[in-house]
């Protein structure tokens, strides 16, 4: 079965700082691997995805996530933080079989701090 | 273009009523989902529908739920005899295909008092 994890509830970073917001998954297979974002009152808009290639993504507003086959990891990063940035992200992952769908991790929120 | 259309943004209702709730997908987009956000909570998956392949309905939380989807495009969810743990923001997104990004509307904000 599929699943995905972000540990943390939320993540709090001083503006300017690096960041990185946590996701593990489990499929078997390849993943398909996906980070949304949610600012408040909307809904989410996608950010970034790996499907295959380079394990390092890069996405919008200077956001990237590096695929990690072995820690089955999906980490989202980026090297300094801006109060903008404060949001609700979402991790998701699809495995590669066609009745396979696209599973959300539960979030994290993210405060930045000025 | 248009994105994902949802209405109504807000539904308050009282227990006991029925309520629909109506997605407006991306003219193109063969796979349809909707999903529930509680406060505080993640992204639930409710159920998806792909092209002309019988839907996915693993996610419903019980039978007071169903959706269905006319001509692959717009859909519509419905709950029955609504409870107060039904009230959550109900999220519906599109995707060309099982694999692509998934376009998320505005969601529908569902009060049952």
Known sequence: ?114 | GAGVSQSPSNKVTEKGKDVELRCDPISGHTALYWYRQSLGQGLEFLIYFQGNSAPDKSGLPSDRFSAERTGGSVSTLTIQRTQQEDSAVYLCASSLGLKNIQYFGAGTRLSVL
């Open chain 1, 1 to 114: 079965a599929q699943s995905v994890a972000q540990p943390e509830d939320q993540v709090n970073v001083a503006e300017g700082n690096p960041l990185t917001v946590k996701c593990t998954y489990s499929v078997s297979g390849n993943p398909y691997l996906f980070w949304y974002v949610q600012y408040p009152n909307r809904g989410l808009q996608f950010l970034l995805k790996y499907i295959t290639g380079d394990n390092l993504v890069k996405g919008s507003y200077g956001f990237e996530a590096e695929f990690n086959k072995s820690q089955t990891s999906f980490h989202l990063k980026k090297p300094s933080a801006l109060v903008s940035d404060s949001a609700l992200y979402f991790c998701a992952v699809r495995g590669m079989n066609r009745d396979d769908k696209i599973i959300f991790g539960k979030g994290t929120r993210l405060h930045i701090l000025p």
